[in-house]
Nanobody, 125 residues
Framework: QTQLVESGGGLVQAGGSLRLSCAASGRAFSRHAMGWFRQAPGKEHEFVAG????????YYADSVKGRFTISRDNAKNTVLLQMNSLKPEDTAVYYCAADTRWGTLSTRGSAYDFWGQGTQVTVSS
């Protein structure tokens, strides 16, 4: 059983930065695909960034490309999301997710079998 715990959310002004962290319990973390998703009020769940468990490859939503960076530390069972140049439209609850079955990076939420509780990110204008 994998448990995910996010931290690092908060309130920041537009143009600022935040770093989200997701700590995972359980085995074989290095083989898990890890993703970050977000959900803003009144909007659908949205893929933000992900990293493959097979080759460590990464993928980003167009809306965050060039501003956000996902990274993983397999020795510490941790995945990070560095968010720079934040915009008010980045305001959302951010969720960490793990695919422990296939390890293949996906933008679909249904591909992930474990989720964290979420952390709020608020960007003021």
């Amino acid at each position: 059983q994998t448990q995910l715990v996010e931290s690092g959310g908060g309130l920041v002004q537009a143009g600022g930065s935040l770093r989200l962290s997701c700590a995972a319990s359980g085995r074989a973390f290095s083989r898990h695909a890890m993703g970050w998703f977000r959900q803003a009020p009144g909007k659908e769940h949205e893929f933000v960034a992900g990293t493959s468990g097979n080759d460590g490859g990464t993928y980003y939503a167009d809306s965050v490309k060039g501003r956000f960076t996902i990274s993983r530390d397999n020795a510490k069972n941790t995945v990070l999301l560095q968010m720079n140049s934040l915009k008010p439209e980045d305001t959302a609850v951010y969720y960490c997710a793990a695919d422990t079955r296939w390890g293949t990076l996906s933008t679909r939420g249904s591909a992930y079998d474990f989720w964290g509780q979420g952390t709020q990110v608020t960007v003021s204008s």
